[in-house]
């Protein structure tokens, strides 16, 4: 079994629900923000991926400052759920990362993915310097003249903001929750068509 570890200071600002700047206080480390539907599934897919060191749910991209669960569902403030990933890029580039962004989730969906429909779902890459923001639109440019979906990909690219983590229920959610219904009925089948196995 896996053990991801979370930055001390991450988890101090995650149980005050303080908001989490994009700095890279760790050296050799690097962090991505990726926004694919529900932060749970994303969640569940990327602490599988190699090179990845901690994933912490949240919500990014919102004219609110220290927004609720309640309030983002709501559809009100503009934030999106969001998963932030530290890496280690000697172990997975950026790209490989946006490479299981993009089989994470339908990127032809604008603000729905699955059941889950409104903005605060939507399919977004928030870069943190300009070397992840040309990566990610050469790799949603690639992926949209592959054809590998019959829809044009719509997945939005924007500047990283801050980053507000979710209270400690939404944290590590399918692994403390495998049994629950959405876990079972969502999640489950998604890693199952991944090939990841928890």
């Not at 569902?73 to 299981?100: F, K, M, N």
């Not at 959610?173 to 991944?194: A, D, E, G, M, T």
């Amino acid at each position: 079994m896996k053990l991801w570890i979370v930055p001390a200071l991450l988890l101090a600002a995650v149980a005050k629900g303080e908001p989490v700047m994009h700095e890279n206080p760790q050296e050799n480390t690097a962090i991505a923000t990726f926004g694919g539907g529900c932060y749970w599934c994303m969640e569940a897919v990327f602490q599988q991926a190699p090179g990845v060191l901690s994933v912490v749910s949240g919500f990014m991209g919102g004219t609110v400052r220290n927004p609720t669960y309640e309030q983002v569902c709501a559809g009100g403030t503009g934030h999106a759920e969001v998963i932030q990933v530290r890496y280690d890029p000697a172990r997975v580039s950026y790209e490989q990362l946006l490479e299981w962004f993009w089989k994470a989730h339908d990127p032809t969906q604008r603000n729905r993915q699955g059941n889950d429909v409104g903005t605060q779902y939507r399919s977004v890459i928030f870069y943190h310097d300009e070397a992840q923001r040309q990566a990610a639109e050469a790799s949603r440019a690639a992926l949209d003249q592959s054809k590998v979906f019959a829809r044009p990909v719509v997945t939005e690219i924007a500047a990283a903001a801050e980053f507000y983590p979710a209270g400690k229920y939404h944290q590590d959610y399918y692994r403390r929750n495998p049994s629950q219904p959405y876990c079972q009925f969502v999640i489950r089948p998604k890693l199952n068509k991944l090939g990841l196995k928890e």
